[in-house]
């Protein structure tokens, strides 16, 4: 098998936590704005599908918000997808927020709903979809709002935050499996709540979250081992079933140098892995097609194409 052979949809999607999780090791580097685009540059250079992008410090008024961050990082990236992590509430303002990253990046943006609070958050979600479709269907006049891309921006939903609120809005979901032995458990669970809701658009896509200590982080939660360990444990996860994972590095920048340089030669040996980017958006790029309604029947976007 070689990654030549195989459509995008096929190979394994890898992404990458940007955010306080990780410890950095340069003091005081997370309140530089040159430090996260040479992160970002960074992951881009590894053909990474996406960025998640968390509050540094969201108690600090000194570091810039996931907003932000994704803001300035869309004109000096050109294929990383960037996806802040954002409340869903107040939706015209995360859908306000949506439209000018989705223009800014030309399609490469998304989000993902921040946690809190779980209750009432698929219909926040789903206002904010209602806005999207109401702004991207409205008449264009001169000086009006851009159009959006290519769809909406894609939605990635934690399983903790409920399945069935996943299977409703999301577009994927993180999911925490034990190994690859219980991968079969956890999609069997996910397409379950896919037909509890009645969702007949495109599958969501499942995405292992796994923390991982590449750099010499030893003692710590995350997956302690080898670049090449961690690929082979990728690739059984993607024969398995899973369409691919998000790492949370440890440390940055040393995690996301070991990803990049370590993790995603290792893949494409495995023919798992693109060895150049091809579709444009991010929607595209994780086979999620275009204009389509993700809030679990499958009926088109009220969008003037």
């Not at 950095?24 to 996406?50: F, V």
């Not at 009645?198 to 030893?218: E, H, K, N, Q, S």
């Amino acid at each position: 098998m070689t990654g030549a052979t195989l459509v995008s949809d096929t190979l394994l999607h890898l992404a990458v936590a940007l955010d306080g999780a990780g410890r950095h090791t340069r003091a005081g580097a997370e309140c530089h704005p040159a430090y996260w685009a040479a992160l970002a540059r960074t992951a881009e250079r590894g053909l990474l599908d996406l960025v998640t992008i968390g509050d540094t410090r969201p108690d600090d008024g000194e570091h810039p918000d996931a907003a932000l961050l994704a803001a300035y990082l869309a004109p000096l990236t050109r294929h990383l997808g960037l996806v802040p992590v954002l409340s869903a509430e107040p939706a015209q303002v995360v859908a306000a927020t949506l439209a000018r990253l989705d223009q800014s990046s030309r399609g490469r943006g998304g989000w993902q709903p921040s946690a809190a609070p779980a209750a009432g958050l698929a219909e926040a979600v789903s206002a904010v979809h209602r806005l999207w479709d109401a702004r991207a269907g409205a008449p264009r006049v001169d000086g009006g709002a851009p159009e959006p891309s290519g769809g909406r921006p894609p939605v990635l939903v934690a399983a903790a935050a409920d399945l069935t609120v996943a299977a409703r809005v999301g577009d994927v979901v993180l999911v925490t499996p034990r190994g690859a032995t219980d991968v079969a458990g956890v999609l069997d669970e996910v397409r379950a709540a896919e037909a509890t809701v009645g969702r007949t658009g495109p599958r969501l896509r499942v995405i292992a979250d796994i923390p991982v200590a590449l750099d010499g982080a030893r003692g710590t939660a995350a997956l302690a081992c080898s670049p090449t360990e961690l690929a082979d444990v990728l690739v059984s996860l993607w024969t398995e079933g899973l369409d691919g994972a998000r790492l949370r590095p440890a440390t940055l920048p040393g995690d996301l140098l070991a990803i990049v340089d370590g993790v995603v030669p290792a893949l494409q040996r495995h023919g798992v892995f693109r060895t150049a980017y091809g579709a444009a958006t991010l929607r595209a790029r994780l086979g999620l097609g275009g204009r389509t309604d993700q809030v679990g029947n499958g009926a088109p976007d009220t969008v003037a194409v």
